[in-house]
C-alpha cells in the first residue's frame, strides 16, 4: 500500500472518477469491481505471511437501480476527498456521514455509516491509496502506549519529542490517527506487550511491568483501531521487538489478536501494512483456565458458534489453535484477563507473564 502526498492521493481520486466518464464514452455502463470480502475469499500470502484477498470479487455496476446509487454516492465522495486533499483539511468518517446529506443530490446521501465506510474501503481498494492519505480519520480510539520509548511526532504546532515514560502520565503516550508521521528516536524496550482491556493495563502499569522487564504496553481497547495495529507493525519491523499478545480466554478475543498477527477480514486489503505475522498469543488460552482453575462463564450459544466458525477460519488453522479451541469447546467455558487476580493482584505480574513469555522464549 502506498503512502503518497496530498497531491498524487488526490490525482489517484481524480483518475478513478475518470474511469467512469472514460467508460461513458466507450458505451459501457459505468462498474467499479472491488475483492469479495468474506472469509472465503481470503487466502495465505506466503511471500508476505498474512492473509489477503482472493481473486473473487464483486461488481459495483450502473446497470440497477441500487447500483447506480452507489457509483453516485462513489462519483460524490471522491468529489469531497478531493477537495479536502486540495485544501489540506480533514474529517472523521462519522463526519463524512453527516456531511453526505448537504449534497444536493438526495441520492447521493449514505443511509447510515456502515454504507459510507465501506465506500472508503472501497475507494483505499481501488485507489490503492490508504484512508489516512485521504485525511480521513476515525473517531478517537484512545489507545497508548506506555514504555520505554523515546520518540518524535509531528503536531501542528511542529514537532515534539517525548518519551511514553517519562513524558507522560499514567495514561501513556495516545497513538496518532496516522502513526507515520511518528519517528522512532531511541528505546530501552525487551517486547511489545499489547493487552485487550484497560483494567488489565491499569494493572500492569501500576505493578511496574513496563519498567521491570522493558515491556511496551500497548492498550488495544478492546478490537484494535488502525492506527494501532500500524504502530505495532513498525515497532516490530523497524526495532526488531517480539510482539504478544494478551487478551481474553473467548472467541472474540482470538479474533483480536488474530487481526494484530493476519489481518482483518474487513481489512484484508491492508494486511502488508498492518499486520504483524511474527506476533505471538500469550493469553489468556483455554488451557489456563484448566491448568489455574480460573473463574469462568459458561460459553453462550454466539460463543460456541464462533469457536466453530474458528475453526473453520485460514487464520487458526495450526495446530496451536485447533488444539485451544477444541479444549474450550470441551470444557465449555470462558475466562478473562482479570480472573488472575483470583490469585492475587501481583500474581499476573509476579508469575503468569513472566513464566508465559519465558516459555515463549521472549524473555
Same mark, same amino acid.
Given at each position: 500500500m502506498s503512502a503518497p502526498n496530498s497531491? &498524487?492521493?488526490?490525482?489517484?481520486?481524480?483518475? !478513478?472518477?475518470?474511469? $467512469?466518464?472514460?467508460?461513458?464514452?466507450?458505451?459501457?455502463?459505468?462498474?467499479?469491481?472491488?475483492p469479495t470480502r468474506t472469509k472465503s475469499n481470503i487466502e495465505y500470502d506466503e511471500e508476505a505471511d498474512v492473509w489477503v484477498y482472493g481473486d473473487r470479487e464483486s461488481r459495483r455496476?450502473?446497470?440497477?437501480?441500487? =447500483?447506480?446509487? %452507489?457509483? !453516485? %454516492?462513489? /462519483?460524490?465522495?471522491?468529489? $469531497?476527498l478531493s477537495e479536502q486533499l486540495e485544501q489540506d483539511r480533514s474529517s472523521t468518517l462519522r463526519e463524512l456521514y453527516y456531511l453526505s446529506e448537504s449534497w444536493d443530490n438526495e441520492n447521493a446521501q449514505f443511509n447510515d455509516q456502515d454504507e459510507s465506510n465501506q465506500l472508503i474501503e472501497?475507494?483505499?481498494?481501488?485507489?490503492?491509496?490508504? *484512508?489516512? #492519505? $485521504?485525511?480521513?480519520?476515525?473517531?478517537?480510539?484512545?489507545?497508548? +502506549?506506555? =514504555?520505554? @520509548? $523515546?520518540?518524535?511526532?509531528?503536531? *501542528?504546532?511542529g514537532e515534539r519529542e517525548i518519551h511514553c515514560q517519562e513524558d507522560v502520565g499514567e495514561g501513556g503516550y495516545q497513538i496518532p490517527n496516522n502513526p507515520d508521521t511518528i519517528e522512532f528516536l531511541d528505546n530501552d524496550a525487551e517486547f511489545i506487550l499489547a493487552v485487550e482491556t484497560g483494567g488489565m493495563r491499569d494493572r500492569l502499569v501500576e505493578n511496574g511491568f513496563d519498567e521491570e522487564y522493558g515491556a511496551l504496553i500497548v492498550h488495544l481497547k478492546g478490537q484494535p483501531a488502525r492506527a494501532t495495529r500500524r504502530i505495532i507493525k513498525r515497532l516490530h519491523d523497524e526495532l526488531d521487538l517480539p510482539v504478544t499478545v494478551f487478551a481474553d480466554g473467548d472467541p472474540w478475543s482470538y479474533? +483480536?489478536?488474530?487481526? /494484530?498477527?493476519?489481518g482483518s477480514i474487513k481489512s484484508a486489503h491492508l494486511s502488508e501494512y498492518l499486520a504483524t505475522p511474527a506476533?505471538?498469543? +500469550?493469553?489468556? &488460552?483455554?488451557? #489456563? +483456565?484448566?491448568?489455574?482453575?480460573?473463574?469462568?462463564?459458561p460459553l453462550s450459544d454466539s460463543d460456541?458458534?464462533? @469457536?466453530?466458525?474458528?475453526?473453520?477460519?485460514?487464520?487458526?488453522?495450526?495446530?496451536?489453535?485447533?488444539?485451544?479451541?477444541? @479444549? &474450550?469447546?470441551?470444557?465449555? %467455558?470462558?475466562?478473562?484477563?482479570?480472573?488472575?487476580?483470583?490469585? =492475587?493482584? #501481583?500474581?499476573?505480574?509476579?508469575?503468569? @507473564?513472566?513464566?508465559? !513469555?519465558?516459555?515463549? =522464549?521472549? !524473555?
Open positions: 497531491d &498524487q492521493a488526490r490525482n489517484k481520486l481524480i483518475d !478513478l472518477a475518470a474511469q $467512469f466518464y472514460d467508460q461513458f464514452e466507450l458505451g459501457e455502463i459505468p462498474h467499479m469491481s472491488v455496476t450502473a446497470n440497477t437501480v441500487s =447500483g447506480a446509487r %452507489k457509483l !453516485l %454516492k462513489a /462519483v460524490y465522495t471522491v468529489e $469531497f472501497d475507494l483505499e481498494i481501488v485507489s490503492e491509496v490508504t *484512508r489516512e #492519505d $485521504f485525511h480521513m480519520r476515525p473517531e478517537e480510539s484512545g489507545a497508548t +502506549i506506555m =514504555g520505554p @520509548l $523515546f520518540l518524535r511526532e509531528q503536531t *501542528r504546532r479474533r +483480536i489478536y488474530g487481526s /494484530v498477527a493476519y506476533a505471538q498469543y +500469550i493469553g489468556i &488460552q483455554p488451557a #489456563d +483456565i484448566v491448568e489455574y482453575d480460573l473463574p469462568t462463564d460456541i458458534n464462533a @469457536l466453530q466458525s474458528e475453526l473453520s477460519d485460514p487464520r487458526f488453522q495450526t495446530d496451536y489453535w485447533e488444539e485451544q479451541i477444541e @479444549l &474450550q469447546l470441551e470444557i465449555e %467455558k470462558k475466562s478473562e484477563q482479570q480472573s488472575l487476580a483470583a490469585r =492475587g493482584l #501481583d500474581f499476573v505480574t509476579d508469575s503468569y @507473564l513472566p513464566e508465559r !513469555l519465558t516459555d515463549m =522464549g521472549v !524473555l
